[in-house]
């Protein structure tokens, strides 16, 4: 059982960066893989990057590959994704998500925070 609080959403001007958090309780943290998903109203929850229990296999979607790192602090419980360059298509809510073995469907994932609104302006 893993919990998971998203924050650092926000309004920021295309071609801008943000940060956000994913804090995280519970036990047996740092067994879980950590992903970041988004979904915009009307599509579908689109994988964006996920990283393993010690960090060092971390790995992204297409659609936000060269823009976005995704960053592991297993003090803190926390999992961070910087996103970089940021489009008009990035905004939607963003939902971090825990899992045993990874993967990049949502379904791969069993537990899930209520997400951070990000909104890119142009």
């Known amino acids: 059982q893993v919990q998971l609080v998203e924050s650092g959403g926000g309004l920021v001007q295309a071609g801008g960066s943000l940060r956000l958090s994913c804090a995280t309780s519970g036990r047996s943290f740092s067994i879980y893989v950590i992903g970041w998903f988004r979904e915009a109203p009307g599509k579908e929850r689109e994988f964006v990057a996920a990283?393993?229990?010690?960090?060092?296999?971390?790995y992204y979607g297409d659609s936000v590959k060269g823009r976005v790192t995704i960053s592991r602090d297993n003090g803190k419980n926390t999992v961070y994704l910087q996103m970089n360059s940021l489009k008009p298509e990035d905004a939607a809510v963003y939902y971090c998500a825990a899992s045993r073995a990874g993967g990049t469907s949502r379904y791969d994932y069993a537990y899930w925070g209520q997400g951070t609104q990000v909104t890119v302006s142009s």
């Open positions: 990283v393993n229990w010690s960090g060092s296999r971390p």
